[in-house]
């Protein structure tokens, strides 16, 4: 008998499974970044594979990756014995999201293990020898259209259902004391979740994207995360990043569950904006360098976001974003006019006194970038030194554009606060013609990890309110910068 409950301590390790050789240009298309694989003759693309430990003591399999040439060694069975001690005969269980080969050509790797697969799957016969194999063992159980769980796997597993890429493609939602997992086949591409992108064989391309914007809702109303089984690689490197799903997906190469980074966060309503913000440690950082503020004070609306870096970063990061409101408010201007030569003004005073600072700490080393969006009555304007980023999101027409341009050349800062040098460059813009709903983003170079489309697809898809925060949890096994971002939408 299968126990009533499923334990918490249920784990999730992502196994890559064989790369594919492909033609990008012709099994992707819809979003502009897939455009440059048309120059490529061909991509690699590596199919992702889940081993699930703690299902009432099995191992489970969530698909096996591509079918083997004669004499091919298989290295999601070496992954599972090198990594996991686990050999060919002790996996119990393959779910199978699909029957097509790039999912299910491996099943003849495990010889005690049951399957299960959809009966419209099936019925589909997208690859003859794999079902021939599943129809031969004697090992296979089938779910029919629409059933919520399986027995064989477990009662407590819910299953979902897409039909959009391939008829019956069924999706295991797992669950753990850290949330839930959704295993999105290949429904969702390692790239991106936007709905748009889609694959030459889909069945069914708006069916498609209405199970994309479904599974998404869901994972949002949930606070699940979205897991891939499919990532392009061209010319040995990834496009879009390490291979993992950048939105809404931890990196699952560790080990799921993965303990939430240290998250600050915080929201805003005012009469100018609305929105949130929210700090994240990177794992290979020793301290958190990074600093947000946001302030109101007499009308006057701060939003700043300050990057430290050496010894001294986060003493340097705390001070700017402290110390700016009382400069601006020593220099306020009267007129519109004069606001961006206030804000020099008080971001030069800023540094004068982070210099003094730290000389009267027996010449301490620190620096700091520094972003932010200055409001008051006279108006609205974003400051800028160093290479944390500022980007307009328009949900008009779902463009991202960046506001500001690095103050940097070969990775090394050509201006930042503090350093005991200089201060080089200081850019102020106005943001007179930012209009009403359009998305201010600030975010540190932490970010820079990630496609701007899915800065995008996360700022169009959250609430503003929770928007900060679910960018940083994104970013999760991802970046080992320090993260920081703030969110605010145009009233």
Not at 234 to 242: F, L, T, Y
Not at 281 to 289: H, L, M, P, V, W
Not at 453 to 472: F, G, H, K
Request: proline share 6%; hydrophobic share 40%.
């Amino acid at each position: 008998m299968v126990p009533a409950t499923l334990p918490s301590t249920l784990e999730v390790f992502s196994v890559l499974g064989k790369p594919r050789v492909v033609r990008g240009a012709e099994t992707f298309h819809g979003a502009a970044e897939i455009v440059a694989l048309g120059s490529r003759p061909t991509m690699w693309l590596e199919s992702r594979c889940f081993l699930l430990k703690g299902v009432h003591g099995r191992n489970v399999l969530i698909n096996t990756g591509p079918n083997l040439y004669p004499g091919e060694r298989s290295s999601l069975v070496f992954q599972l014995g090198h990594r996991f001690g686990i050999s060919p005969d002790q996996v119990d269980l393959v779910v199978l999201s699909d029957l097509t080969a790039p999912h299910a050509g491996g099943v003849g790797l495990f010889p005690n293990a049951r399957y299960l697969a959809s009966a419209e799957s099936l019925a589909a016969n997208y690859d003859s020898q794999t079902v021939q194999f599943l129809q031969t063992s004697g090992r296979l159980t089938l779910l029919e259209t629409g059933a919520r769980h399986a027995d064989v796997l477990s009662p407590e597993i819910e299953i979902l259902w897409s039909h959009g890429v391939t008829p019956g493609q069924i999706h295991p939602i797992l669950p753990s004391a850290h949330g839930s997992l959704i295993v999105g086949g290949s429904l969702f591409p390692g790239y991106t979740l936007a709905p748009e992108f889609g694959y030459a064989h889909a069945a069914d391309l708006d069916k498609m994207a209405a199970e994309r914007r479904h599974f998404l809702s869901l994972a949002l109303e949930r606070g699940a995360w979205l897991a891939h089984s499919m990532d392009p690689v061209v010319e040995g490197v990834r496009p879009w990043g390490s291979g993992h799903n950048i939105t809404m997906h931890k990196a699952l190469d560790l080990h799921w569950p993965l303990p939430l980074w240290p998250i600050e966060s915080g929201t805003f309503d005012t009469p100018h904006f609305a929105g949130s913000w929210a700090l994240g440690q990177g794992d290979e950082k020793k301290e958190q360098q990074d600093t947000v503020r946001t302030h109101f004070c007499g009308g006057d609306e701060f939003y700043l976001l300050a990057d430290g870096h050496r010894a001294w970063g986060a003493e340097v990061s705390h001070w700017a974003v402290t110390l700016f409101p009382e400069q601006w408010q020593a220099v306020r201007p009267v007129g519109q006019g004069k606001m961006v030569d206030a804000i020099r003004l008080a971001v030069k005073e800023l540094d004068r006194q982070i210099i003094d600072h730290l000389e009267r700490a027996d010449g301490a080393d620190g620096g700091t970038t520094f972003l932010g969006v200055v409001a008051s009555e006279q108006g609205a304007c974003l400051v800028h030194v160093g290479d944390s980023r500022a980007y307009q999101v328009s949900p008009r027409d779902g463009t991202i554009r960046q506001l500001t341009e690095d103050h940097r050349v070969d990775n090394y800062l050509t201006s930042s606060l503090g350093n005991s040098r200089p201060l080089k460059h200081v850019d102020i813009h106005p943001l007179d013609e930012i209009p009403s709903g359009d998305f201010l983003v600030l975010v540190s170079d932490g970010f820079e990890a990630i496609p701007e489309v899915c800065l995008r697809d996360l700022v169009l898809q959250t609430p503003a309110e929770s928007a900060a925060v679910a960018m940083i949890q994104s970013m999760y096994g991802y970046s080992p910068d320090n993260v920081s971002v703030i969110v605010l939408r145009e009233k």
